[in-house]
């Protein structure tokens, strides 16, 4: 059982706020262990229930949301058998798991829901990697809608995978990085998700993105002046309809999203800063680094002359328990100028004004954050998107500059162009444009204010609603 927290009731594993349990419209959401992917998940809650309808959070244990922060949902914590995940494990094989050991689980518990008659469920939303919530909602003779936490520009990349592996394109020869992919601009091989993957795994990943058959409609986390080509494909491909209803990070009302204790001291911190002084690094919540790297990272920090707030989880170093690798003398070096902490409240540090820059490893929501604060970025990707976000955040959108090796000289002249010199000028302009243009299109007749209306009349409509 979750142990009580004042002001709820605890039922059946359930957590809830006893006013959301009469009645209404109810929608289930169920959200998957990834951190990138929990977060826009909660956001949606939170702006679906902002429309009037009330909320369940289907969630695995393992990386449990905190119920404290979400006083507004229900949840039901569904038992996975996994104490944390492996990034170095199959992860196909993983996912593959989960959906197994939580499929019958939530089926078992929304038909007791919905014999109780105290509310009507009338949709499930699932995030994409929690396939089986499609099955469960066609057992239960319900609608099914599935949220997209990566780009729409990803997709097409990803769908075309098959062709190029059929072709011997990948996994990709050194010769071929630099080249464009027909059919793909402006993505060059290097930019493909799993471009050094064995055919098997993509295969393999393929298998599982189809396993989700007849969804009622699909929901982006995205705008469409950002990536209207993409999603007028994606549109074309899946012939159903698809709600850009993004950035869900500046619509949503709710309290941190992180599985991370923040450290909130680093806002006093950057009050001490010079205006759009200070370069902000964190690599997210998965991604690893050797030491030779780590060294690099803080001497490139270090030499830049330019004030840093740099994120390194505990572990992100294999066998560290946190900063004990970072090279002799570095901390000497950069006192006064630089602040090294285990997390940190990440919209909260790009809204702030003493950011300049974002060194990021271009996940989605980051990226989404970065561009609704305006705030330009050093682009270091690592896996699955992530290389496709930072060649349109740098080539095509033009608020990026992409890292190409993790060399100390490299790292110096990225942090310098972006924060000092000329010619870093027009990418910083290039940011505040793209923010003026999200906030727009969150504004009264913008594309995604109209296409929340439109989501939110779909899904009465889908169900019936009088």
Same mark, same amino acid.
């Given at each position: 059982?979750?142990?009580?927290? !004042?002001?709820?009731?605890?039922?059946?594993?359930?957590?809830?706020?006893?006013?959301?349990?009469?009645?209404?419209?109810?929608?289930?959401?169920?959200?998957?262990?990834?951190?990138?992917?929990?977060?826009?998940?909660?956001?949606?809650?939170?702006?679906?229930?902002?429309?009037?309808?009330? =909320?369940?959070?289907?969630?695995?244990?393992?990386?449990?949301?905190?119920?404290?922060?979400?006083?507004?949902?229900?949840?039901?914590?569904?038992?996975?058998?996994?104490?944390? =995940?492996?990034?170095?494990?199959?992860?196909?094989?993983?996912?593959?798991?989960?959906?197994?050991?939580?499929?019958? $689980?939530?089926?078992?518990?929304?038909?007791?829901?919905?014999?109780?008659?105290?509310? $009507? =469920?009338?949709?499930?939303?699932?995030?994409?990697?929690?396939?089986?919530?499609?099955?469960?909602?066609?057992?239960?003779?319900?609608?099914?809608?599935?949220?997209?936490?990566?780009?729409?520009?990803?997709?097409?990349?990803?769908?075309?995978?098959?062709?190029?592996?059929?072709?011997?394109?990948?996994?990709?020869?050194?010769?071929?990085?630099?080249?464009?992919?027909?059919?793909?601009?402006?993505?060059?091989?290097?930019?493909?998700?799993?471009?050094?993957?064995?055919?098997?795994?993509?295969?393999?990943?393929?298998?599982?993105?189809?396993?989700?058959? *007849?969804?009622?409609?699909?929901?982006?986390?995205?705008?469409?002046?950002?990536?209207?080509?993409?999603? *007028?494909?994606?549109?074309?491909?899946?012939?159903?309809?698809?709600?850009?209803?993004?950035?869900?990070? !500046?619509?949503?009302?709710?309290?941190?999203?992180?599985?991370?204790?923040?450290?909130?001291?680093?806002?006093?911190?950057?009050?001490?800063?010079?205006?759009?002084?200070?370069?902000?690094?964190?690599?997210?919540?998965?991604?690893?680094?050797?030491?030779?790297?780590?060294? !690099? *990272?803080?001497?490139?920090?270090?030499?830049?002359?330019?004030?840093?707030?740099?994120?390194?989880?505990?572990?992100?170093?294999?066998?560290?328990?946190?900063?004990?690798?970072?090279?002799?003398?570095?901390? !000497?070096?950069?006192?006064?100028?630089?602040?090294?902490?285990?997390?940190?409240?990440?919209?909260?540090?790009?809204?702030?004004?003493?950011?300049?820059?974002?060194?990021?490893?271009?996940?989605?929501?980051?990226?989404?954050?970065?561009?609704?604060?305006?705030?330009?970025?050093?682009? $270091?990707?690592?896996?699955?998107?992530?290389?496709?976000?930072?060649?349109?955040?740098?080539?095509?959108?033009?608020?990026?500059?992409?890292?190409? &090796?993790?060399?100390?000289?490299?790292?110096?002249?990225?942090?310098?162009?972006?924060?000092?010199?000329?010619?870093?000028?027009?990418?910083?302009?290039?940011?505040?444009?793209?923010?003026?243009?999200?906030?727009? &299109?969150?504004?009264?007749?913008?594309?995604?204010?109209?296409?929340?209306?439109?989501?939110?009349?779909?899904?009465?409509?889908?169900?019936?609603?009088?």
């Amino acid at each position: 059982m979750i142990a009580k927290i !004042e002001g709820f009731c605890d039922f059946d594993d359930d957590v809830c706020v006893a006013s959301n349990m009469e009645g209404g419209k109810h929608l289930v959401l169920v959200a998957s262990p990834f951190q990138g992917h929990m977060t826009p998940m909660l956001q949606l809650g939170s702006v679906l229930y902002s429309k009037g309808f009330s =909320i369940t959070i289907a969630h695995t244990k393992l990386n449990s949301p905190d119920h404290a922060n979400h006083p507004e949902f229900l949840f039901l914590p569904l038992s996975d058998n996994f104490l944390a =995940i492996d990034a170095s494990a199959n992860f196909t094989k993983f996912l593959e798991l989960l959906n197994d050991n939580c499929r019958m $689980q939530l089926q078992d518990r929304l038909t007791q829901k919905i014999q109780q008659a105290n509310h $009507q =469920i009338v949709t499930i939303i699932h995030d994409n990697s929690m396939y089986f919530a499609e099955e469960v909602a066609r057992n239960l003779n319900l609608p099914s809608i599935v949220l997209r936490s990566c780009s729409a520009s990803y997709m097409p990349a990803f769908l075309a995978l098959p062709k190029l592996h059929a072709d011997g394109l990948l996994p990709v020869q050194d010769s071929m990085l630099q080249k464009l992919v027909q059919e793909l601009y402006p993505l060059r091989y290097k930019d493909l998700p799993f471009n050094n993957t064995c055919t098997e795994i993509s295969k393999e990943m393929l298998a599982l993105s189809e396993r989700i058959r *007849t969804p009622s409609a699909i929901i982006w986390n995205t705008m469409d002046f950002l990536e209207n080509s993409a999603l *007028t494909k994606l549109q074309q491909h899946y012939q159903i309809p698809i709600f850009a209803i993004g950035p869900l990070n !500046e619509t949503a009302r709710c309290q941190s999203t992180s599985f991370l204790k923040e450290d909130t001291n680093c806002i006093t911190w950057l009050d001490k800063q010079a205006p759009r002084s200070v370069i902000y690094v964190s690599l997210g919540s998965l991604a690893t680094m050797d030491e030779n790297e780590l060294a !690099e *990272t803080a001497w490139g920090l270090a030499n830049s002359k330019q004030p840093f707030l740099w994120v390194v989880r505990p572990g992100s170093v294999k066998g560290s328990e946190w900063i004990e690798f970072l090279p002799y003398g570095f901390i !000497e070096e950069t006192r006064g100028r630089g602040l090294v902490l285990k997390w940190a409240p990440q919209k909260q540090v790009l809204a702030h004004t003493a950011v300049g820059g974002f060194w990021s490893h271009c996940g989605w929501n980051s990226t989404l954050e970065s561009i609704s604060q305006g705030v330009p970025m050093i682009c $270091q990707p690592f896996f699955g998107d992530q290389y496709v976000n930072s060649r349109y955040l740098s080539y095509v959108w033009r608020v990026g500059l992409e890292l190409e &090796c993790l060399e100390r000289r490299v790292i110096v002249t990225a942090i310098r162009r972006l924060l000092v010199d000329e010619e870093g000028e027009e990418t910083r302009k290039q940011a505040n444009n793209m923010k003026e243009k999200a906030k727009y &299109c969150l504004c009264k007749g913008g594309s995604s204010f109209n296409s929340l209306n439109n989501l939110v009349e779909f899904i009465l409509a889908d169900c019936n609603w009088s």
